[in-house]
């Protein structure tokens, strides 16, 4: 049974560039959250996708964006890259909640930006 | 005030020994709680959820004071391989927006 799965694993750009990362749930899940963590940092929620629209959103600016497919898999996008963007970005998917609010992580996106 | 507070630590324990320390939550309309763990460099696991009357797992233990709000891990007889950072990880309204303190690290010497 494969769990959660991002790619690519490293990716570096630079400022104002733009980045797509991916992720595909744990098998039989239909809810993909993202996450960024910052070096020493506790994970932060951006948003969360479910039917393929987004139901929740943390405190992000408009620059991220995402999408999920009809397979339940997602993207994240970057745009307008700052310094501030590097971090390590998770994705976590689960049952949509009520049905099953534990969620599981993904290895990880780790972003630099230059 | 951060919404999910952790002692980042680190606590040094002997193998074998117990360790023991807590986050606080801000919400207090906070539905469900976990501890997950998080080696360095890796992604968040869970290491278990939180339960109103406490719960066990092994060598780990959790509690949850509502009242207080705040959040325990007990982790008796230390192995080396519990060394890693433990996040306390509150979801305020049940509908999957967790919200992750910075982290407790646990670094466990022979």
């Known amino acids: 049974d494969a769990g959660v799965t991002q790619s690519p694993t490293h990716l570096i750009k630079t400022r104002g560039q733009q980045v797509t990362l991916r992720c595909s749930p744990k098998?039989?899940?239909?809810?993909v959250s993202w996450y960024q963590q910052a070096l020493g940092q506790g994970p932060q929620f951006i948003f969360q996708?479910?039917?393929?629209?987004?139901?929740q959103r943390g405190n992000f600016p408009d620059r991220f964006s995402g999408h999920q497919f009809p397979n339940y898999s997602s993207e994240l996008n970057v745009n307008a890259l700052l310094l501030g963007d590097s971090a390590l970005y998770l994705c976590?998917?689960?049952?949509?909640?009520?049905?099953?609010?534990?969620?599981?992580f993904g290895p990880g996106t780790r972003l630099l930006v230059l | 005030r951060k919404e999910v507070e952790q002692d980042p630590g680190p606590f040094n324990v002997p193998e074998g020994a117990t360790v023991a320390f807590n986050c606080t939550y801000s919400?207090?309309?906070?539905?469900?709680f976990f501890w997950y763990r998080q080696d360095c460099r890796k992604e968040p696991k869970l290491l278990m959820s939180v339960y109103s009357s406490g719960n066990e797992d092994g060598r780990f233990t959790a509690q949850l004071n509502r009242a207080s709000q705040y959040i325990s891990l007990l982790i008796r007889d230390s192995k080396l391989s519990d060394s890693a950072t433990y996040l306390c990880?509150?979801?305020?309204?049940?509908?999957?927006?967790?919200?992750f303190g910075a982290g407790t690290q646990v670094v466990v010497t022979p």
């Open positions: 919400n207090s309309a906070s539905q469900s």
């Open positions: 098998s039989g899940h239909d809810t």
């Open positions: 990880v509150v979801n305020a309204d049940s509908w999957g927006k967790l919200q």
């Open positions: 996708y479910y039917e393929e629209e987004e139901r």
């Open positions: 976590a998917s689960s049952l949509w909640p009520p049905k099953g609010e534990t969620q599981y």
